[in-house]
């Protein structure tokens, strides 16, 4: 799954989405970090205002000013959370996924744990997987395999990397069909 898709799947469903993504993938970029926990602020405010306004509806004096401040909050917010859908969408295209007011409140309540997203999208390179314990740069001995998910190609020289000086001692792979020394 790629940041991008993270990214929107982070900031659609919230709180939950939000710390689902932060949480369970460890080769997150920081722009999918920043999204996720702007995603879990904005649930957070409109939690944390439905508190307050249900508190503040029980106040006869202050009844009146929770009444015109919920829509008005809700709306905010809401605005905000397709905001921040958009910035999610546009993932590939934008250098700063911050959108405002809950940027900077994401950076000061999750701040060390945006830093601990990589700087760089894991890529693909040389036909090699991302391997998520090398920190998102490619293994070279690991091979894309439709079949094998990104495990060690057993068609792969069990030797090393061919050196074109040196004869080479045929490999036989017991799992090939066409292998006549069975």
Do not use: H
Request: include cysteine; hydrophobic fraction near 45%.
């Amino acid at each position: 799954m790629t940041n991008k898709v993270r990214s929107i799947l982070g900031s659609i469903f919230g709180w939950i989405s939000g710390l689902i993504v932060m949480l369970a993938f460890k080769d997150n970029t920081k722009k999918t970090m920043t999204i996720a926990a702007q995603a879990i602020c904005i649930s957070g405010v409109m939690i944390a205002w439905g508190i307050v306004a249900a508190i503040l509806l029980i106040i006869p004096i202050i009844k009146i000013i929770a009444a015109i401040l919920s829509p008005a909050v809700y709306i905010a917010c809401s605005v905000f959370w397709i905001l921040n859908i958009v910035k999610a969408c546009q993932y590939d295209t934008v250098s700063s996924t911050e959108i405002p007011l809950f940027g900077k409140m994401a950076n000061a309540i999750f701040g060390k744990v945006i830093a601990k997203g990589l700087d760089f999208e894991p890529v693909e390179a040389n036909g090699g997987a991302v391997d998520p314990n090398m920190n998102g740069q490619p293994n070279p001995n690991m091979n894309v395999n439709p079949n094998m998910n990104a495990q060690p190609n057993p068609n792969m020289n069990p030797n090393g990397p061919v050196n074109p000086t040196q004869p080479q001692q045929p490999f036989n792979n017991p799992n090939d069909p066409t292998n006549m020394n069975q």
